[in-house]
């Protein structure tokens, strides 16, 4: 059983800076260890629902017998309800409770993924509507769980240290559900595609059971009783002071994560059609990319601190490496796998040492009794990114390649030049200096 240790305790009330005096313990609080592996589970099987799909998306395509374009609309409607949705749950959180809209969402989840998986045998001619009204049911309850994540984590733990421990084991989790969905989905699909939409329920039922079962409800979060007047008048005061440099860590988010999950759908329509490659093959060459992506992600979360001005030039340096790679992407004659790779790692690398930079700005920078609400505006608009990649990719790709990763990398510029000159690190400092 973890213990304070007196002597750091006693050591730390004379120097209040030191690493000890954030924690006061040297590990979590041992009895909220088996409460965080239960909220892991969250990120973990909301991110398995959605990027399982995107191995077996070109094989769906001609099951179905539908267009590129219709198929990537799997990807966006569960991206889109979510979008809506993500700052209602928050609000909704706050007013009732983390696990009274966790629980329920994940159950909505996994019926919209039952429904996509009984689709095929509920009726053939109107198998595709039935699998895109899953998925805008599952996007639901998608709202509804990840994104409560971090502000239960907030809730669970007394002292920063403990906080910041535990929302990086979440972090890792949602990497590591990246890492997994492809390779995941490719192995369901050898079986038959309609066991990927069956193993969401299954998925959801298990998370269901660890949070019921493990997570202890906070005491005060049974006494919050926010109006939606209040709400709405917290993002005003949020916009007004904080707006500009929140403005610009959304963009570059959306920005990232469109480019992310565009070629994501452009990798996995090129590995079939160009190169032949599909099956398990396909889904752990797919995962590449993403454990550069994660391995960047881990590295530049450590490397960061609390430093704000290196959280900046970081954000700017991934964009620049990101953008790069679709500029030699858009070199024509690309026509070897491994080079294709090379440059699909690299943007990979690039957006992974971005995404914890903006992360962390974010929750340094806002007062902790508003960083759920700021952390569900902030999800919702990086799933406006994830919406609009596959669809965009599926109607580019009858574009020259120059064209379309000239595009995607004019695109990334711009993230760049947003982080230049609206992310001033004094105005965060100032802004966290606000919510000690």
């Known amino acids: 059983m973890c213990r304070p240790d007196r002597r750091r305790l006693t050591h730390s009330s004379q120097r209040?800076?030191?690493?000890?005096?954030?924690?006061?313990s040297t590990c979590l609080e041992a009895k909220k260890t088996w409460d965080l592996a239960a909220v892991s589970s969250i990120p973990l099987i909301m991110t398995l629902g959605n990027s399982m799909l995107i191995p077996i998306l070109p094989a769906l395509e001609r099951t179905l017998h539908v267009t590129s374009l219709q198929i990537s609309?799997?990807?966006?409607?569960?991206?889109?309800?979510?979008?809506?949705?993500?700052?209602i749950a928050g609000y909704l959180s706050d007013r009732f409770g983390r696990k009274k809209i966790i629980i329920p969402s994940l159950l909505i989840a996994g019926a919209g993924g039952l429904l996509c998986a009984l689709a095929p045998w509920l009726s053939q001619n109107t198998a595709y509507p039935l699998i895109l009204a899953g998925r805008f049911i599952q996007g639901i309850g998608a709202a509804g769980a990840a994104p409560i994540v971090m502000p239960l984590v907030g809730d669970m733990f007394q002292k920063e240290s403990d906080?910041?421990?535990?929302?990086?084991?979440?972090?890792?989790?949602?990497t590591f559900g990246k890492v997994l969905s492809p390779i995941i989905g490719s192995l369901l699909a050898l079986w038959t595609w309609v066991a990927v939409f069956y193993a969401i329920p299954a998925l959801c039922l298990v998370s269901v059971l660890l949070v019921a079962c493990l997570v202890r409800t906070p005491k005060s979060e049974s006494k919050q009783d926010t109006s939606f007047r209040s709400f709405a008048a917290m993002l005003r005061m949020i916009a007004r002071n904080e707006g500009r440099w929140l403005a610009a860590i959304f963009v570059i988010g959306v920005i990232a994560m469109f480019v992310l999950f565009g070629i994501l759908f452009y990798l996995s329509e090129t590995l079939e059609e160009r190169f032949g490659i599909q099956g398990l093959v396909k889904g752990c060459l797919l995962a590449v990319p993403l454990s550069a992506l994660c391995l960047a992600s881990f590295l530049a979360g450590k490397a960061i601190g609390e430093n704000k001005p290196r959280m900046k030039w970081l954000t700017v340096a991934g964009l620049v490496l990101l953008g790069a790679a679709l500029v030699c992407m858009a070199l024509p004659g690309i026509t070897r796998l491994w080079l294709l790779f090379v440059w699909v790692g690299l943007g990979g690398i690039g957006i992974g040492i971005a995404l914890p930079c903006l992360d962390a700005l974010i929750t340094e920078g806002i007062k902790k009794e508003q960083r759920g609400t700021v952390s569900a505006v902030y999800s919702s608009m990086r799933f406006i990114g994830v919406a609009a990649g596959p669809p965009f990719i599926s109607v580019g790709a009858k574009w020259p390649s120059a064209l379309l990763f000239g595009l995607l990398a004019g695109t990334v510029l711009a993230g760049v030049l947003v982080a230049l000159f609206a992310i001033k690190p004094a105005q965060v400092?100032?802004?966290t200096a606000k919510s000690r």
């Open 16 to 24: 209040p800076n030191s690493p000890s005096s954030k924690g006061g």
């Open 429 to 431: 400092e100032a802004a």
């Open 73 to 87: 609309l799997l990807i966006t409607v569960y991206s889109v309800v979510a979008i809506v949705l993500i700052p």
């Open 163 to 174: 906080i910041s421990s535990g929302l990086g084991m979440i972090e890792t989790s949602n």
